[in-house]
């Protein structure tokens, strides 16, 4: 029989604090029989590599340290991939787990797939405080027919649902990634990549990864809304670029509505609503006066909109719109004594 392929976990670490308990065990106990698990140090100073070598004592699975002296997860991450020896490559932040079937049972799922280039899963989003969860957020996934579009419109998921064949690793490093001018949202960018160049997303049911907010230093917090702005703009021209070179019949007009769109920050102006005579339903800026007409829904989304005033980007607006329409179809549904379901059906007719 074959000896299985083996499979690296590279884990970029700054100062996880207690976290890397879980991360490290979460590997260890992983019931895949062939891992290296590839650590990266960043510079941390709250004694994660002495915490690393005392964990990895006894464990099936080779933990293999480094240090990265140059700060940053981008080369960190890239320095963890040019030491892993893997067929597969899993990343995995120091913070993060992975439940202990992930990565057996997605192996198994590329193995007998061969046009699949990276499996995904569910995941869970976990809220800490003090080392205790307070909230748990969950995300079950499912085939996506069109996995580039999902990712074009932030159908976000923490990087570690994702298992690489090598080969689509290496083009990808080969294209510049992880890319060293994203600040924030660079797994946003690597996994959009991987799709703008055809590779092709696998769902793998009854396997999860785990998602840990538990610091004001994590990355993306840790950077201003103008920052991330920026950052978002970067990467969406570098993915216009890239899907120039690729072939246009693979993009529609609503992947290139995706990629052109805006990463200013605006706020939603002061706005009256209005109805002409005839029923037309218009609004009023309150500041200039202008007039504009709108149809049922288009009204319903600048209400949602409205409802949220502070400044941010477009995509954000829409994301706080979409949920203030979600909860407000769900209430009403309560109210009729209707189910859930049927209230999101009505908010999507």
């Keep these: 029989m074959a000896a299985a392929p083996l499979v690296s976990i590279v884990v970029p670490c700054y100062n996880p604090g207690p976290l890397l308990e879980r991360c490290l065990a979460s590997c260890f106990q992983q019931t895949y029989p062939n891992i290296e698990i590839v650590l990266v140090d960043n510079n941390s100073t709250d004694g994660s590599v002495a915490r690393a070598r005392r964990l990895a004592e006894g464990q099936k699975h080779r933990l293999r340290l480094a240090n990265c002296p140059t700060q940053g997860q981008a080369v960190t991450r890239n320095l963890g991939f040019d030491l892993a020896e893997g067929s597969y490559i899993q990343w995995l932040d120091a913070d993060d787990e992975l439940s202990p079937e992930k990565i057996a049972q997605q192996v198994a799922a590329l193995e007998a797939d061969p046009a699949s280039d990276i499996a995904y899963c ?3 989003w976990l809220f800490l405080e003090n080392g205790s969860v307070r909230q748990t957020l969950r995300f079950p996934a499912r085939q996506q027919d069109d996995y580039l579009l999902c990712l074009l419109a932030d159908y976000w998921s923490a990087p570690h649902v994702y298992l690489l064949r090598r080969a689509v690793a290496e083009r990808l490093r080969a294209l510049g990634q992880w890319h ?7 797994d946003r960018e690597y996994f959009a990549t991987a799709a703008v160049i055809g590779c092709r997303f696998l769902y793998v049911a009854g396997c999860s990864a785990r998602y840990n ?14 920052v991330r702005a920026a ?9 216009r670029e890239l899907a120039e070179k690729e072939p246009a019949a693979r993009f529609t007009p609503e992947h290139h509505w995706f990629l052109d769109q805006s990463w200013k920050i605006y706020r939603v102006a002061a ?4 109805t002409k005579p005839g029923g037309t339903l218009c609004v009023r800026n309150t500041q200039t006066g202008r007039e504009t007409e709108l149809d049922a829904a288009e009204m319903a989304v600048l209400a949602a909109c409205a409802r949220h005033r502070q400044a941010t980007i477009l995509e954000y607006h829409a994301a706080g719109a979409a949920l203030d329409l979600w909860l407000r179809a769900v209430k009403d549904a309560t109210a009729r004594g209707e189910n859930q379901l049927d209230a999101l059906r009505q908010l999507r007719g």
């Design 231 to 239: 950052s978002g703009a970067g990467i969406y021209a570098r993915l």
């Design 271 to 274: 706005v009256e609503g209005v």
């Design 180 to 186: 060293l001018d994203a600040r924030v949202m660079a």
């Design 213 to 226: 907010s538990w610091s004001s230093t994590q990355l993306t917090k840790s950077h201003s809304l103008e």
């Design 122 to 124: 569910d995941w869970e």
